[in-house]
């Protein structure tokens, strides 16, 4: 089956659960609203003409300006049909949308990456805890508000035999620069030759 008459017959079938479809990049994106993923997936991996039985990847997409702050997106494969398909919704910062794990026991550990790096909480997962990072981390690191440097910084101290947290200090010491060309020697040898002289 191509890919135009799946997006046609997933269309007919799903009309109200979804918003919009396209064709791009060879595979088929459909935008839902969060409260019909439940639905759009049981019937895409139980139907018979679609068999999107394996779940790929879970992923979030954050958009710290916009009125809904992120885009969460699914990647599903047919391995009969050969084909892939994206489905995607916005979302609030705050709201929390519903777990696949019954339906895809994979998704445990994809949702709690997301849930890890973005903060996104999802309903009905069996535990959702940090999966990438510690566990006293603060904050979600793929957000775009979170400080490319962190907050604290992780190392071992051989006082206390043990490993450390401290708040992270970026320290730019004074540098003297010589910008003289290295065909005439920096300032240093230069000084040094004077003394050997």
């Not at 794990?101 to 997301?114: G, L």
């Not at 909480?121 to 981390?137: E, Q, V």
């Not at 690191?141 to 907050?151: A, N, Y």
């Not at 290295?182 to 230069?190: A, F, L, M, N, V």
């Amino acid at each position: 089956m191509s890919l135009s008459n799946l997006e046609k017959k997933i269309n007919s079938e799903l009309t109200t659960k979804i918003n919009s479809s396209r064709i791009n990049h060879n595979q088929l994106e459909i935008q839902i609203n969060k409260d019909s993923l439940l639905d759009v997936v049981i019937f895409l991996k139980k139907n018979n003409f679609t068999k999107f039985r394996q779940l790929i990847d879970i992923t979030a997409v954050d958009y710290i300006n916009s009125e809904n702050r992120f885009k969460m997106i699914y990647l599903f494969l047919s391995h009969e049909l050969n084909s892939r398909l994206n489905i995607n919704f916005n979302i609030n910062e705050n709201e929390v949308v519903n777990s696949l794990t019954k339906i895809f026991p994979s998704a445990n550990w994809m949702e709690r990456e997301v849930f890890d790096m973005y903060g996104i909480k999802f309903n009905d997962h069996p535990d959702l805890r940090r999966i990438l990072t510690d566990y006293g981390f603060s904050g979600h690191p793929l957000r775009k508000d979170f400080p490319i440097t962190g907050h604290t910084e992780v190392r071992y101290s051989e006082e206390k035999k043990k490993v450390i947290y401290e708040p992270v200090k970026l320290e730019q010491n004074y540098r003297n620069f010589d910008y003289s060309s290295p065909w005439e020697g920096t300032e240093y040898i230069k000084e040094l030759q004077k003394k050997n002289d």
